[in-house]
């Protein structure tokens, strides 16, 4: 069971990409391992130029959100950590697939109409293929499993027809992975507005917690976090108190509880300060050494560059055995 998942360099991680995506990392690291296999993962900086960028500040994001990924347990040893730009494999992929992608189904993508209609100036043509770019890193590596937020499925639906189709017109090459969508980190929501999720661009600053957040910022969020105005408090999840309901998951999924027990634990509680501070502290409680090892990592640049390099050569080793069976396959490049 191979795992692959690629994370985007831009905006700082906060604590819904931190459960839901993150430790479904590390946790999946563990598991393709224990399978015999491999997990990759890639920071997609080729996927961060389909809109606006800074060149200064592309390779410092980079090196942050790979620093993140390391501090939270990704352990370059144990899977395949890899910049997307350092693998000319996945272009090359990309390219390829592009013959069996129906410009039809790029246009109904929800992303590029949502993304497009956001472009002042220039709708990139990457923007659009950004699909099919997705599509080349997992099937690069023959991977099984697409561990990704709600938000991919659709990708996620597109690179499995694109790879059934490939098979179908040149022979059975690549693998048609299946989506994985994470339990938890799908349903933290915004402190201050618990109906929307929590998010780097549509959210409040005051209801984001990001994973480097100082442990004083952190509680101050907890506190101002809404609420309800039952009288007297109940601390029970339900469909008409969606900001209760929030602490109580993160609560659980920070302490690893179920969210029964978690309300169990807090019966004889006073009211909703109760709750909050117990969320504040597990929240910290959690994210404290990450933050201590994300500033050690982040300040070695050159080691960072490093894991980069030893991984995409252990990446090399999957996806070269791939692009010659997909070139042999469409008859192209030399005889084989
Ligand atoms: N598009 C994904 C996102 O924005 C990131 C991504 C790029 C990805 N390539 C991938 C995710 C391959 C899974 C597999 O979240």
Redesign the pocket.
């Known amino acids: 069971m191979r795992i692959?998942?690629?994370?985007?360099p831009t905006g700082r991680k906060h604590l819904g990409n931190y459960l839901g995506a993150i430790v479904q990392y590390v946790e999946g690291q563990q598991r393709a391992a224990d399978a015999g296999d491999v997990a990759i993962y890639?920071v997609?900086d080729l996927?961060a130029m389909t809109v606006p960028w800074e060149p200064a500040e592309m390779r410092e994001r980079v090196y942050d959100t790979a620093a993140v990924l390391l501090a939270a347990g990704l352990d370059p040893e144990q899977c395949i950590f890899i910049r997307?730009s350092d693998m000319p494999e996945h272009t090359e992929l990309a390219w390829h697939l592009g013959a069996v992608t129906s410009h039809g189904d790029l246009n109904r993508m929800h992303q590029f109409k949502e993304k497009s209609a956001r472009q002042r100036d220039l709708i990139s043509a990457d923007l659009f293929t950004?699909p099919v770019?997705?599509a080349a890193?997992?099937l690069a590596y023959r991977a099984n499993e697409?561990?990704?937020?709600d938000?991919?499925r659709q990708?996620?639906e597109l690179m499995r027809d694109v790879a059934q189709r490939f098979n179908d017109r040149f022979g059975e090459v690549l693998v048609v992975p299946e989506l994985r969508i994470p339990s938890v980190g799908a349903r933290i929501m915004d402190l201050q507005d618990p109906t929307s999720k929590m998010s780097t661009t549509g959210g409040s600053v005051e209801g984001t917690v990001y994973v480097l957040d100082e442990p004083k910022a952190v509680e101050k969020k907890f506190k101002r976090a809404v609420t309800d105005s039952e009288d007297p408090p109940r601390i029970v999840r339900g469909a008409s108190k969606p900001g209760v309901s929030n602490l109580i998951d993160i609560l659980s999924a920070t302490r690893g509880m179920t969210p029964d027990e978690v309300e169990a634990s807090l019966a004889d509680a006073r009211g909703y300060g109760d709750l909050k501070v117990a969320t504040a502290d597990a929240v910290n409680e959690l994210l404290a050494p990450v933050r201590e090892r994300y500033t050690a990592l982040r300040a070695d640049e050159d080691a960072l560059e490093a894991i980069f390099a030893a991984g995409a050569e252990k990446a090399r080793a999957i996806t070269q055995p791939t692009l010659r069976d997909v070139r042999a396959a469409m008859g192209i490049g030399p005889r084989t």
């Open positions: 692959f998942s690629g994370i985007q890639c997609v996927h997307q950004y770019l997705m890193d997992v697409v561990p990704v937020g938000d991919q990708h996620v």
